[in-house]
Each structure stands twice: as structure tokens, then as C-alpha cells.
């Protein structure tokens, strides 16, 4: 029975057609004997061809669906509105169909776009198929046009958002991952933590098993890459060292059955800028078996953690001298107290005259001194395990733990060359230190080698201003 005579065709719920490519057949045969070989490459070329071979498909039939859809009142107002329903839009999808039929494909399928004669834009998945005897002269070949408009609207709206969207989002395939991991369960591992602690080397394993799939644009712009390319060049600038450990922490919350996770993580901007981001791990709905595609979200937290880390810092420093502040120096007692590295020495240092300063020329210039005295200070511990906070208004204590007598000397001595290399500078307002120190003895606290210190200190200045008094004498 004829396809074109069938009730079978006329009844279907599908948009149907029969169309004869008979001609077009003519004219790839024509062209072979021209020379032709790449009908891609020769369509590509000049897309006035793609429109001939258009012209010369002949409509044979459609069904009531086909003509409902495209809003044409019958087979003649659809023929001569062709120019209408089938725009240069749909060439590139024609170039595909016509290739398979130049291959001798006998089906073919592609997405395309089509206009109904009132003008809606129709997304249509067209699917083609030779009919039986027919595959050498392309006589009669049967089209469904199916409407996906609601389907690609859809997907545009879902990769508009994906494009778009203000944070910053990767698209992955962890398949291998899974596979890594259901491998160890097979051979019996129960101990993933323990495992990992043993192999360390499989979490880079994972990490180059991991395919990327795709960004959005706010990925660019977090990691400042010019295009995806660029990107996907450099992951391993982005994802430096430390995303071992945040990795090897998802790897145990993946092996947990946690599928969707999040925790903050450090990565870098491909000019080396740290990027502090929330990194939120969801496995797709329908991929949980094998977990080919996932969603990783980065929200940038680099100003939150810069904040926080101000936060700390204040909670720690003196914002004047740069040095530690009295509650760090509390809790660096109570640690040094209780740790069993002994001897532990100090440095009790204290500025004299920062009264006379103040009364005298006013606190900015106090305070220029004690930025200066604490510049000194760090500079002489600097690449040193020491500590130094400021505990009272021009009061210093550098903890040294490990240190014995010789190397508080050394500390000494460097305090007091880089004091005098400052007053150099600072000619017209030098600065005078009372400077005590002390090493702890056997079976001595902390607390009691700090009030010795405290008393060397104490001493040298009764010297100073007792030496001060006899000039002014």
C-alpha cells in the first residue's frame, strides 16, 4: 500500500509529509560527474546551491497535522508560502540532511526552525526515512515535523541562566571518579580516610580523571580568562595546591553517599590572585547512577574572608605598632606555660620619655614613635620562630621559646643596632629603650622568668632617668 493513500498517514497525531527528492537526486548525480566528492565543503561554499537543491524537492503530500501546525488552510497555501515557513535559518540543518542523503543514508534527523503563516517561530525536530524502494531515486521520502518549541524554549531558558548567572558554575563529568570509587569498594576498602592517608596519590588521580564539560560567563570573569579556551588551558593555575586538600575532603563526602555537598575553597585567577569561593557539589537529577554530569557552584567569598581575616587580625595586633596585643600575649603565656619547650627566654622592652612626648609635642608624635619602635621590633624578628606584643602603652614582651642566653644576646644586640640606625634617620627625635631580659631556669614558670625580666627592665630604667636627672643637675 502507498504511504501517500494510507488513512494510517492522514489520521497520525504527528505532522506528517511525503516529499519527492527525485530531482535533487538528478543534481547530486549531476555534480558527481562534475567532480564533486565533499558536498559539504561544495554547499558551504556557495549556499545558493543549498537553495537550488530546496527548490527542487517536490511536496508530494501532507497530513492534517502537518497543515494545522504551519496554520496553512490547505496542500496549495502551503506550497505557496514556502518562501515563508522554511527561512536561511534552516540551511545549515538542509546541508546535514542533504549530506546523509549524498551518503546514501536512507534516514536522517536534525533540529531546525520553521514559521507558521502566521508568523510563530516553530522549533522542530525533523526526522527523514527513504521509503522502501525508493532508495535509489529518493521518489518518496516520508518527513515528521515535531514541534519542540516548548522543549527548546525551555533549554534556552535554562542555558540563558546558566550563561548568565551571577555565580559562577562548572559543568563536569565525574563518571571516572565513580568508577575509581566503586573499584576500591569491589576489592573490599572500608577505611576510605585510612586509605587516602596510605595512597595520597589517588586524590590526584581523581582530579585527572574529572572532565570539564563547560563554564558560564561569570566563571571567566571570577578567574579573569579571556574565553573558555584560555580557561581550560590553565585549570592547573586555578586549582593550585591546595585544592589537594579541599579535593581529598569531597573525595570522603562523595564515598560518604553525600552527592550534594559544600565547603569553602582556595583557588587563583589565572594573574595569580587568590580566589577565597564557596564551592557547593550537586550530582544532576538522573546521573546519581554514574554521576557523568555535575554541577559545581564557586560564590567568590574573597571580601568576606578578607574582612574576617581583619577581623581576626585586630582581634590579635595592635593596629599602631603592627605587633601582637596584650589578649595574644595572654593566650601565648597560658600555650607557653603549658608546653613542654623549655628554656623559654624574653625580651621585657619599655620606651622612655613617652610621657614627656606626648605632654610636650602631642600623641601623633607618641605614636610616630611607636611605630618606629615597633618597626624595629619586627625587623629583628623577622624569620624567626619569636613573637613580640605590644602589653601596655609603650610596653613590649618578645617571647622567644627555645632560646637560651647566647640567643637572647643576639636579639639584643640586633634591637640595638636597628635602634641606632633609626635614630640616625630620626635625628632630631631619637628614641631611648630600657631593654630587660631573661631565660628560664629548671622547674621556673613562665610567669616568674617574665617578672625578672620585668626587673632587669625596671632597673635599667631608674638608671636612665637618674642619669637624666644628674644632667639636668
Not at 563536569?172 to 575509581?180: A, P
Request: proline share 2%; aromatic share 10%; net charge negative.
Amino acid at each position: 500500500m502507498n504511504i501517500s493513500d494510507s488513512s494510517v498517514f492522514d489520521l497520525s497525531p504527528i505532522p506528517l509529509w511525503v516529499e519527492d527528492y527525485s530531482c535533487v537526486k538528478a543534481q547530486f548525480d549531476l555534480w558527481r560527474q562534475q567532480g564533486i566528492t565533499d558536498l559539504r565543503q561544495f554547499l558551504e561554499q556557495d549556499l545558493q546551491r543549498v537553495t537550488q537543491c530546496a527548490h527542487q524537492i517536490k511536496i508530494v503530500k501532507v497530513n492534517q497535522k502537518a497543515l494545522d501546525q504551519l496554520a496553512a488552510r490547505d496542500l496549495q497555501h502551503l506550497r505557496d508560502n514556502l518562501d515563508i515557513i522554511f527561512q536561511k535559518q534552516m540551511f545549515n540543518t538542509h546541508i546535514t540532511e542533504l549530506v546523509a542523503l549524498w551518503e546514501g543514508q536512507t534516514e536522517f534527523t536534525s533540529t531546525t526552525i520553521n514559521y507558521s503563516l502566521h508568523g510563530q517561530v516553530l522549533d522542530i525536530k525533523l526526522r527523514g526515512v527513504v521509503l522502501p524502494g525508493h532508495e535509489q531515486d529518493l521518489a518518496q521520502v516520508l518527513i515528521s515535523t515535531e514541534d519542540i518549541s516548548a522543549y527548546q524554549q525551555a533549554r534556552r531558558l535554562a542555558e540563558s541562566r546558566f550563561t548568565y548567572s551571577p555565580c559562577a558554575l562548572f559543568v563536569e563529568d565525574f563518571s571516572r571518579v565513580k568508577t575509581n570509587l566503586d573499584q576500591l569498594r569491589d576489592i573490599g576498602i572500608e577505611d576510605f580516610r585510612t586509605f587516602l592517608d596510605v595512597h595520597p596519590e589517588f586524590v590526584q588521580q581523581c582530579i585527572d580523571d574529572i572532565l570539564l564539560l563547560d563554564v558560564n560567563q561569570a566563571s571567566l570573569e571570577l578567574f579573569k580568562a579571556p574565553d573558555k579556551a584560555s580557561l581550560f588551558l590553565n585549570l592547573n593555575k586555578i586549582f593550585a595546591y591546595e585544592t589537594l586538600h579541599t579535593f581529598r575532603e569531597q573525595l570522603i563526602e562523595l564515598w560518604d553517599g553525600r552527592i550534594h555537598h559544600q565547603r569553602e575553597a582556595i583557588n587563583y585567577a589565572l594573574d595569580g590572585s587568590i580566589r577565597n569561593v564557596l564551592l557547593q557539589f550537586t550530582v544532576f537529577p538522573g546521573h546519581e547512577h554514574d554521576w557523568s554530569l555535575v554541577q559545581i557552584a564557586l560564590t567568590d567569598i574573597t571580601a568576606r574572608k578578607k574582612a574576617e581575616n581583619y577581623l581576626e587580625y585586630l582581634g590579635k595586633h595592635d593596629v599602631l605598632t603592627k605587633l601582637f596585643n596584650r589578649s595574644f600575649f595572654t593566650e601565648e603565656l597560658n600555650r607557653l606555660e603549658k608546653n613542654i619547650v623549655r628554656p623559654v627566654s624574653a625580651v621585657f622592652i619599655d620606651m622612655n620619655g613617652l610621657k614627656y612626648i606626648n605632654d610636650h609635642y602631642g600623641h601623633d608624635s607618641g605614636d610616630a614613635l611607636l611605630r618606629r619602635i615597633g618597626n624595629i621590633i619586627n625587623r629583628s624578628i623577622r624569620n624567626t620562630p619569636y613573637n613580640a606584643s605590644r602589653v601596655g602603652g609603650d610596653e613590649f614582651i618578645i617571647f622567644m621559646p627555645g632560646a637560651n642566653d647566647s640567643d637572647v644576646s643576639h636579639l639584643k644586640l640586633s634591637i640595638e643596632e636597628l635602634l641606632s640606625i633609626d635614630n640616625q634617620y630620626y635625628s632630631s627625635q631619637p628614641i631611648s629603650l630600657s631593654i630587660g631580659h631573661a631565660t628560664t631556669i629548671q622547674g621556673e614558670s613562665i610567669e616568674d622568668m617574665l617578672k625578672r625580666a620585668d626587673q632587669v627592665m625596671y632597673q635599667q630604667k631608674q638608671q636612665y632617668y637618674s642619669l637624666k636627672i644628674n644632667q639636668q643637675v
